[in-house]
């Protein structure tokens, strides 16, 4: 295809290799697939994916690029667990020296606790590889999203095995069904002793896990009456965690077995019961649809979208990947509406930027965590069963000044005062922004735009940073570092904070 933004001509190969997916608006070029090739006077910009890859998909109708994506079961993955998810876990008692003295005890917890805290950043530098090299991106994507909605925290949890356990759970079932993969969440050991279920009993049910269920996980808020979360904590009671294997045990003795009424249904029920009941909800279906929607293309859909997408999931019987499969292929997929109109999480923002970078990863694994911590979002520890927020709520005036802060961080080593984390990254700045295409400030323009954006600059982006690079000497004598500083710029302006 070739695509013309102002006076300039530039031959794209789009994945869809549909012309209904580029869409021309002025000087404003709109890109379905973010992951592109730019032919750039007879040399090569590699924007994401190979010229392989993107090849290959150029050459095939887009439903079978979509099958590819979504289906991705078929293709090898050789990343291994982290060295210590591998090994058996110690039993508790063992670990902490059921015959020591009280302060070897002590000391051993505390020991224990450190080497916990040891894992969990291992833990969060091996997830934050998968979503840079993993040969399935929308596989770790989903991963992403299943961790926000049956938002788990390692503060209450207190065990990284068991938050690796958890994530391996949201990944085999990412794109699964509906009723297997509330299953596979109720009978998580963390999810257990997050919400307090591994110690309800009948003779005093635990409400949080049901409450969280019936109002975060499933129906939404107004769904649900008092009486429904009563009964669904009974049929819960007995559903309980081996601590030592970290498994999940159902401890009948404990388990609630008269007779219940939950949502209209009597009878001696049980969580399969209550779980059934619930993926099989018409409000289950909407709820789902709705938040699977605002994740991948805009916040607020419109009704129909939502009513069509329900529709299916019913007719699907709760499976995901024909739903998936809508959503990549629709035309409001692709819209205007759809395009740059979510803002980055703090993860979309620092895995970007490497990827954008062709960047190493730093080294540092606190870090690393220090600064996602600082924009807002640390993996394994959302704020609340809530999860994140996102959307506006990802940027403030404090939040904003991190993510420049850490763009310096990143690009040039160092960032502004007050900083706790040092990124540097290590990445070739003539591979960034080559020599041939610093002729003029126009051309540095041009190409760092599809390197950082995928997509031509907003008219009040290109304006700020025009006016940026006049003030530096010609582009032909830029040293590493003013190409640094240039990159650093464009990932401080409004459109680079947008997805």
């Known amino acids: 295809l070739i695509a013309r933004a102002g006076t300039d001509e530039y031959a794209v190969l789009l994945p869809t290799a549909n012309q209904r997916d580029l869409v021309s608006v002025g ?20 924007v994401g994916a190979s010229l392989g890859a993107i090849s290959a998909a150029a050459r095939r109708r887009p439903e079978e690029v979509v099958e590819q994506l979504v289906e991705f079961q078929g293709i ?27 302060e070897e005890q002590q000391m051993a917890r505390m020991e224990r606790r450190q080497e916990e805290r040891r894992q969990l950043a291992d833990l969060r530098s091996w997830w934050i590889e998968r979503m840079l090299y993993s040969p399935h991106p929308l596989q770790e994507k989903l991963t992403l999203f299943w961790h926000g909605h049956f938002a788990t925290g390692f503060r209450k949890v207190s065990s990284a095995r068991a938050m690796y356990l958890q994530n391996q759970t949201f990944r085999e079932h990412a ?70 294997r970290l498994q ?40 789902m649809m709705d938040k699977l929607w605002e994740y991948f293309a805009y916040p607020e859909p419109e009704p129909e979208i939502v009513e069509a997408l329900s529709e299916q999931f019913r007719k699907e019987n709760g499976e995901f990947r024909p739903i998936l499969k809508t959503i990549f292929l629709s035309r409001a997929f692709y819209s205007h509406q759809s395009f740059r109109t979510q803002i980055k999480s703090p993860i979309q923002f620092f895995v970007g930027a490497i990827r954008a970078l062709e960047a190493d990863l730093p080294r540092n694994q606190r870090a690393t965590a220090r600064a ?8 394994f520890d959302p704020p609340n069963v809530s999860g994140w927020l996102g959307g506006t709520a990802w940027i403030s005036t404090g939040s904003l000044m991190q993510r420049y802060r850490l763009a310096d961080a990143m690009v040039k080593g160092f960032a502004s005062e007050g900083i706790a984390f040092q990124l540097r ?21 041009e190409y760092l735009q599809w390197r950082l954006y995928q997509s031509l600059l907003r008219p009040r982006d290109a304006d700020l940073f025009d006016a940026y690079i006049a003030r530096r000497p010609p582009p032909s004598r830029w040293s590493e570092e003013e190409v640094k500083d240039v990159i650093s710029f464009m990932m401080k302006t409004p459109q680079y904070q947008l997805t």
């Open 76 to 102: 090898p993955d050789s990343f291994r667990p982290p060295d210590w998810a591998a090994d058996a876990p110690a039993p508790r008692a063992q670990a902490a020296g059921a015959e020591a003295t009280p």
């Open 248 to 287: 999940f045990v159902f401890r009948a003795r404990h388990h609630d077995t008269g007779r219940k009424r939950f949502m209209g249904r009597r009878g001696t029920l049980d969580g399969y019961d209550v779980l059934r009941q619930l993926a099989r909800h018409p409000r289950s279906a909407a709820f």
């Open 175 to 244: 794109n699964g069904n509906w009723e297997e993969i509330l299953v596979a969440v109720a009978k998580d050991p963390a999810m257990l002793v997050y919400l307090d279920n591994a110690r309800s009993r009948a003779a005093a049910p635990n409400e949080n896990f049901a409450r969280e269920l019936l109002e975060l996980f499933t129906l939404g808020e107004g769904h649900y009456t008092e009486e429904d979360v009563r009964e669904a904590a009974r049929a819960f009671t007995g559903w309980s965690v081996d601590s030592d």
């Open 425 to 445: 990254t290590r990445f070739d700045a003539d591979r960034v922004l080559p020599r041939y295409a610093r002729a003029e400030r126009r051309q540095c323009r």
């Open 372 to 379: 996602l911590r600082a924009l807002g979002q640390e993996l």
């Open 27 to 46: 000087d404003r070029l709109l890109v379905s697939i973010r992951e592109l090739r730019l032919d750039w006077e007879g040399k090569t910009v590699n």
